[in-house]
């Protein structure tokens, strides 16, 4: 089934480990996000590929990696957790990141940092 | 800065209609989109207004006005399972989405 996975469902970390979440799509889309959601906040932008081999930062990149060594993966990266690093992570892929091109999304990784 | 304004939670009638409000400012704009979130999952995508006026997709419609910076999400006929959060998302001038914090729609039978 075409569409975008994301691993693991859900995670608990203790403050200071290393953590990747794993995101992979099969609909060969260009781009790809990493977003964050917060209770009473809109999706935040973290990082962002606009195509393989290429990434830039969103609206809040601090504490987050990520790399696009081919189209289909776009794993994030939490190189020391804290625990306003607790969140609900979505990853979301779109054909091109202008025009109509709507974003799809992955059913997220629920991650809470102690 | 760059701000999009959603009511927070409205509730509605089944069978009824429902207009859900987005205001924005933002750096440029590249197209208006409104997604569906249910409890628990993902966003899914509902339309896109690049134009002023109004797109029709079978029980929902948006409205876009640019130059007022205000989009309308509005949805008929309601039924149960149209219960969810209706998140409103304005493309800036770099290409990317600023997502409102969404509404959360309750429908009563």
């Known amino acids: 089934i075409a569409g975008i996975t994301q691993a693991p469902t859900s995670q608990i970390l203790a403050a200071g480990r290393r953590m990747t979440l794993r995101c992979t799509q099969d609909m060969r889309h260009n781009a790809m996000y990493w977003y964050r959601q917060d209770l009473g906040l809109g999706l935040r932008l973290i990082h962002y590929s606009n195509t393989a081999g290429t990434t830039g930062k969103g609206e809040v990149p601090d504490g987050y990696s990520v790399s696009r060594a081919n189209t289909d993966d776009f794993p994030l990266t939490l190189a020391s957790a804290v625990p306003s690093q607790t969140s609900v992570y979505f990853c979301a892929s779109s054909q091109g990141s202008t025009g109509g091109n709507e974003q799809f999304f992955g059913p997220g990784t629920r991650l809470t940092v102690l | 800065g760059q701000n999009i304004d959603q009511p927070t939670e409205m509730t509605a009638t089944e069978g009824a209609i429902v207009q859900i409000n987005c205001t924005y400012q933002t750096s440029g704009f590249n197209g208006l989109f409104w997604y569906q979130q249910h409890a628990g999952e993902a966003p899914t995508f509902l339309s896109y207004?690049?134009l002023d006026g109004l797109e029709e997709k079978g029980r929902f419609s948006s409205f876009l006005s640019r130059s007022k910076g205000y989009s309308y999400l509005l949805l008929k006929e309601l039924q149960m399972k149209d219960s969810a959060s209706y998140l409103c998302a304005v493309r800036d001038s770099n290409y990317q989405l600023i997502w409102g914090a969404g509404t959360k729609l309750i429908i009563k039978p």
């Open positions: 207004n690049v």
